[in-house]
């Protein structure tokens, strides 16, 4: 195979053509665009992932409708093994919250403590 003839008369690579059947080269001061990502973007994704969670939290308790005898501190409950899950979960997630909550108050106090009392170097 030989090689494409330039107007010029060199041998090399033809220009795209005006027709489109070859994309121009993009200018180099052009970057390449990023999607950009703005809080409703987030927010939208979130609550499809929280829809897409209920679904599922909602199919386990369907499934899941045997009733158990939970006994705790003297209370006695009787309900749906999911229902006794889900409420074991939220416990867990609020305990956690608590502990998350305690933890950024701590770091907090730390940050103004260091900005009014400079140390010095």
């Known amino acids: 195979m030989t090689e494409p003839v330039t107007p010029a008369g060199t041998t090399g690579t033809l220009p795209p053509s005006a027709n489109g059947s070859a994309p121009p080269p993009a200018p180099a001061s052009q970057a390449p665009r990023r999607r950009l990502r703005t809080r409703i973007s987030g927010v939208r994704i979130a609550l499809i992932a929280g829809t897409a969670a209920l679904i599922v939290v909602l199919i386990f308790i369907v499934q899941n409708e045997n009733a158990v005898s939970i006994s705790f501190l003297g209370a006695r409950l009787h309900l749906p093994l999911a229902v ?5 979960a939220i416990a867990g997630a609020l305990i956690m919250a608590a ?18 009392e400079p140390r010095a170097r």
């Open 84 to 88: 006794a899950l889900l409420f074991a």
């Open 99 to 116: 502990a998350g909550t305690a933890r950024i108050t701590e770091l907090r106090q730390i940050m103004r403590r260091d900005r009014r």
